[in-house]
């Protein structure tokens, strides 16, 4: 996947998200169309990997 494609992907999910809070229903329906095996793996992985960056940085 090339750069600009997991950009999109990243705003994509983040609109479906804010989408979601603003109203429930349609966005949770927009979010499980998008959310493939592979999207949310990323995410998953990026919430890894933000806990551990911030628990990293409480500790310095």
């Known amino acids: ?5 997991f950009s999109d992907v990243v705003v ?3 609109g ?10 349609e966005g949770f329906t927009r979010l499980r169309a ?9 995410v998953a992985a990026g919430l890894v990997i933000g806990y551990l960056a911030a628990r990293l940085g409480r500790r310095r």
């Open 1 to 5: 996947m090339n750069k600009s494609r």
């Open 16 to 25: 479906n998200v804010a989408g979601a809070i603003v109203d429930p229903r």
């Open 34 to 42: 998008v959310a493939t095996g592979r999207t949310l793996a990323t």
């Open 12 to 14: 994509g999910a983040a």
